[in-house]
């Protein structure tokens, strides 16, 4: 492969998708190309047609998709038109492919070394059983699992997701493919694991100079893992080049605003010395069923201690598992601590009686993680942020329906959508309603629980300003949980991190910023993607 | 990119960005039932379904509509198993009786027993298979050990077993709930597998941390999630207790003989089926098409109310 050509080249590449109303074009005019040994990122936010793009490539559209117009040019061959023969030898053996979701890409019911050796098997037919063996145990070798010939054995389900994404790309890259392609391989795993697969993912790649298309919808990481950048949004491509240049001089106003979204303006710290929330020696116990009449203790939150002042934002970070949810829920009164402590507003949760209890919930008010879960979807718009003050008997008819008027217009969403379903709003939205719910009752205190993770980064941005702006016009107190230490930066005045179900650091945003004590603070600091690049 | 190295951007005009996550509604409001009913509205198997519906329905209220013949008067031994005459369109039991009239007003009896046994199990299974999926634990363990109970027993068997017993007492209302009592599990079991799914949602712990009631939480926003799949099984359902009844009527333990039934006059039938094959030919077929409408109305619903399969056509 000379250097002059491109080992990948797409030119005017159009995908559409056939649905009831006709057919859609979700790609279009889209050109890049890829030389040999280079890291190409596509970035964009979510239905920007990134994905398709990159599942183009292989024929692997999903549904009715299908290749209107262009040429994708891999290696000398013209992948578009090509029969399915030809595509089935390219695949696998000539183009490598590491799918999103670690969790649900391998067969649950097969031995993981079972599904090495079909990929082996797949690309190098007539190899000897004893061959293919070896070669598989290579393969999760060099994935980075330390005793691969042991873990042949085992299922899916026995490996953690960071470990099955090593499994996914061991799978992907067992043929020695000349491109790889990775679609948002870490989306679904912690920034430490992220840090760490990416880190091997181009070790491995370096080494054997594959090029590689990673799909992914965060510029930092694009900008980091990769020397070059492909913008997409709304199907189309709006810039493109050296990753490095469009970080720092972004022309199209798209990436522009990417960009601006990254460079977090840090917080005025608000402070009080009232106290709102107190927490003292929380711990929860489950007790997790085992065989038979058996059950183990399982500590998913011990020691945890904290104060939240009134007006003020306490960041809770930590990794999937380090039970920071669990303390949400508990503060919440939806779940019962095992032993310690919650003071709301100066009232003990523990042994308040029911009457109490749903008294306290006007004060304090939940927003979910997930936009897609958090609003009935039979219930409309109208219904579903009146249902705090149906329940609390707030108003008459009128004075509610003025009250819902008013949360719409604090959210900045228009009164028209009042009679909508949840299926017509998009994630951002949705959110949005689910703030609006929560501001029903005039709370104090608003547990924010990932409340921001699925969006995507420019709306992301906006709903985070907003939850800014109705602080300060409602004094609300926030206990922010957060897997993302970049959102953090934004939002909280202060951040208690956690790990294992414990606090392992405490302090205002600044210091942790500035001056982590903890190694694990710092190890967090060190996996935000693109950290060190603005 | 001609040149490696090349910083590309996109003609500024051609690409504007817009509004970030603008608003934008469609013409009329959309959810889960109101998609299904504009889906319903599209498919020619919904009207097919419909019409025969409606038509059997019609026939059962008003079967003066239909036919001046009474089905048990005017029965002339002399027109035994006699082909179709004049105002006689399809023909003669081997009583002598007017099949088309007997048909007419035995519809009547396969839809109310139809409609009887569906509202029996419907009411039976929702009960229970909400109280089971939504508040589980004991409550689970119980209702679906009871229902497995329920299940291990063929209720056409049961059912023969349960009017056998009742065999002084045979009316409709009987034979509805001997089929209808053992056919709740299967409603309950589908009813309570959607509550465990949809009680885990968001939505759900969102509205506990209002403070709304758990009872109301399970009316309002759990059963409501969850139905759907019940809608269009005991559709289908329906079509299955119609068949029950004329399966028991034809082996005997069903209405007896003085009440008109499809399946009475299918048993009657059977002696004479190598001479006069449309005596037992007519009301099988009214049968059929009454099951098979009750079958596709069921599946389109089912296809209907999956926006899954909806939106792969």
């Known amino acids: ?534 | 990119m001609a040149n490696r190295n090349e910083h590309f951007v996109a003609d500024l005009a051609a690409s504007e960005v817009a509004e970030i996550d603008a608003v934008r509604i469609s013409e009329k409001p959309t959810n889960l039932y109101l998609d299904a009913w504009r889906d319903l509205r599209k498919r020619p198997m919904f009207y097919i379904a419909g019409v025969l519906i409606l038509a059997v329905t019609v026939m059962a209220l008003f079967p003066g509509l239909f036919t001046q013949t009474l089905p048990n008067d005017n029965c002339l031994l002399a027109n035994s198993n006699a082909g179709p005459t004049d105002g006689h369109p399809l023909g003669f039991t081997r009583q002598g009786c007017d099949i088309y009239s007997r048909i007419v007003h035995g519809s009547s009896t396969s839809l109310s027993v139809g409609l009887i046994v569906t509202a029996m199990t419907m009411a039976m299974g929702v009960f229970f298979g909400a109280l089971a999926g939504f508040y589980g634990r004991w409550v689970d363990a119980l209702l679906s050990r009871a229902g497995d109970i329920f299940f291990a027993i063929p209720y056409i068997l049961a059912a023969v077993v349960i009017m056998s017993v009742f065999s002084d007492y045979r009316n409709v209302w009987v034979i509805s709930a001997a089929i209808g009592i053992f056919a709740w599990p299967s409603t309950a079991r589908v009813l309570r597998g959607e509550i465990l799914r949809v009680k885990q949602a968001d939505y759900v712990m969102a509205s506990t941390a209002i403070g709304v009631s758990r009872f109301k939480i399970l009316m309002r926003h759990v059963l409501p999630n969850s139905i759907a799949p019940v809608i269009a099984v005991t559709t289908i359902s329906l079509a299955a207790a119609i068949v029950a009844e004329a399966t028991l009527s034809f082996l005997g333990v069903g209405l007896p003989t003085s009440t008109m039934s499809w399946g009475n006059d299918i048993s009657q039938a059977q002696v004479d089926l190598r001479t006069a094959p449309q005596v037992l030919i007519w009301p099988s077929l009214a049968l059929s098409i009454t099951a098979l409408a009750f079958i596709m109305m069921g599946e389109a619903i089912r296809d209907a109310l999956d926006p899954k399969a909806r939106a792969q056509r």
Not at chain 1, 88 to 111: A, K, Y
Not at chain 1, 118 to 126: D, F, L, T, V, Y
Not at chain 1, 271 to 282: G, H, I, P, W, Y
């Open chain 1, 1 to 534: 492969m000379s250097n002059e050509t491109p080992l990948l080249s797409i030119r005017d590449l159009a995908i559409e998708f056939r649905n009831q109303h006709g057919v859609a074009r979700a790609v279009d005019n889209v050109n890049f190309d890829l030389w040999q040994g280079e890291t190409l990122a596509i970035v964009g936010e979510s239905g920007s047609g990134k994905s398709t793009t990159a599942h183009a490539i292989i024929n692997l559209l999903p549904g009715t998709g299908r290749i209107a117009a262009g040429s994708i040019k891999f290696d000398g061959k013209e992948l578009v038109g090509a029969s399915s023969a030809e595509l089935e030898s390219i695949r696998g053996r000539e183009i490598g492919f590491v799918p999103q979701d670690p969790m649900s890409n391998l067969n649950p019911v097969w031995s993981v070394g079972f599904q090495v050796e079909e990929a082996i098997k797949a690309n190098n037919p007539g190899m000897a059983k004893q061959a293919v063996r070896a070669e598989a145990i290579a393969v999760l070798q060099k994935a980075g699992l330390a005793d691969a010939a042991a873990r042949m054995k085992q299922y899916p389900h026995q490996f953690s997701g960071g470990m099955r994404q090593r499994v996914l790309i061991g799978i992907g890259l067992s043929a020695n493919p000349k491109l790889l392609i990775a679609d948002e391989p870490t989306s679904a795993l912690d920034v430490t694991v992220q840090r760490t697969i990416l880190d091997h993912l181009s070790q491995l790649t370096k080494a054997s100079k594959t090029s590689v298309i990673l799909i992914t919808h965060d510029l930092g990481l694009a900008a980091e893992r990769a020397e070059k950048l492909v913008v997409m949004y709304r199907g189309k491509v709006v810039e493109a080049g050296p990753s490095l240049e469009i970080l720092q001089n972004p022309k199209h106003p798209y990436t522009q605003k990417l960009v601006a979204a990254r460079q977090v303006t840090p917080r005025v710290p608000h402070t009080s010395t009232e106290v709102a929330v107190k927490v003292s020696n929380l711990e929860k116990v489950y007790s997790i069923k085992g065989s038979g009449f058996k059950s183990t203790p399982f500590t998913a939150v011990s020691g945890v201690s904290f104060e939240i002042k009134r007006g003020t934002t306490l960041a809770l970070v930590g990794e999937s598992g380090s039970g920071k949810s669990t303390v949400a829920k508990m503060v919440l009164g939806l779940e019962k601590p095992t032993s310690g402590e919650i003071e709301v507003d100066g009232k003990q949760l523990a042994g308040m009686k029911p009457a109490a209890l749903f008294d306290l919930r006007r004060h304090m008010q939940p927003v979910f993680q997930d936009p897609y879960g958090s609003l009935d979807p039979l219930q409309n718009i109208a219904n579903t942020i009146a249902e705090p003050l149906v329940t609390h008997k707030v108003g008459t008819r009128k004075e509610r329906q003025e009250r819902v008027r008013e949360l719409l217009e604090q959210v900045s969403l228009p009164w028209a959508i009042s009679t909508r379903y949840p299926s017509e709003l998009s994630g951002g939205q949705r959110q949005r309603v689910a703030i609006a719910r929560a501001l029903a009752l005039k709370p104090d205190i608003v547990v924010l629980d990932e409340a921001v993770s699925a969006l995507d980064v420019l709306v992301q941005a906006q709903i985070l300003d907003l939850l800014a702006q109705l602080q300060d016009e409602l004094k609300l107190t926030y206990l922010f949980i957060t897997h993302d230490l970049a959102v953090v930066k934004a939002i909280a005045d202060e951040v208690a991190v956690m790990n294992k179900g414990q606090i392992v650091e405490f302090g205002s945003t600044a210091e942790i910023f500035a001056n982590p004590k903890q190694q694990y603070t710092r190890n967090l600091l060190d996996a935000i993607p693109g950290a060190k690049l603005l």
